[in-house]
């Protein structure tokens, strides 16, 4: 059997929706929830088996002609490396800088990685969908975002 990109795509997908079917049974159900038709685990246990289902589907309908086959000649995994460190990083800066700034540092660092070297264009990028998105998340939303230690710790806020 030869595998192919479609073979690969299925199985990531098919061990996403199995660990996310897993983690929908642990959520906490009020008393008396677990015999209501419709509760808090129902929706994503639906899209854990909707997903197995379409996975498993992908990975029965592969292309499985020569042509299809993987070829990893070409990739740049060092890049992809370096993008997984910077969502670390980023994950690592989110308590202490905030969300905001993490962000448009995150979206700048990405982009900067991505061959972007105007500073110009990186911060018409950044800053403006980083600004958009907290406004939507903390003032339309209503989701608290905490500003970041470092700013509570230097402003007191």
């Not at 906490?28 to 419709?38: K, N, R, T, W």
């Not at 980023?90 to 070297?117: E, K, Q």
């Amino acid at each position: 059997m030869s595998i192919t990109k479609d073979h690969i795509g299925g199985l990531v997908f098919l061990c996403l929706s199995v660990a996310y079917g897993y983690y929908a049974g642990q959520i906490p159900l009020l008393p008396g929830d677990e015999y209501e038709p419709f509760n808090a685990q129902s929706l994503p246990s639906a899209l854990a088996i909707i997903g197995g289902v379409l996975s498993i589907a992908l990975l029965v309908t592969a292309d499985r002609s020569v042509e299809g086959r993987l070829k990893l000649a070409g990739y740049d995994f060092w890049l992809v490396a370096k993008l997984l460190l910077l969502v670390s990083l980023f994950a690592m800066a989110l308590p202490w800088m905030g969300f905001t700034l993490s962000t448009i540092l995150f979206l700048v660092g990405g982009y900067w990685l991505l061959g972007v070297r105007s500073i110009k264009t990186l911060l018409v990028a950044s800053v403006p969908f980083a600004v958009v998105l907290w406004f939507l998340l903390s003032q339309l939303l209503d989701i608290y975002l905490a500003p970041g230690r470092f700013f509570t710790l230097m402003l007191g806020v």
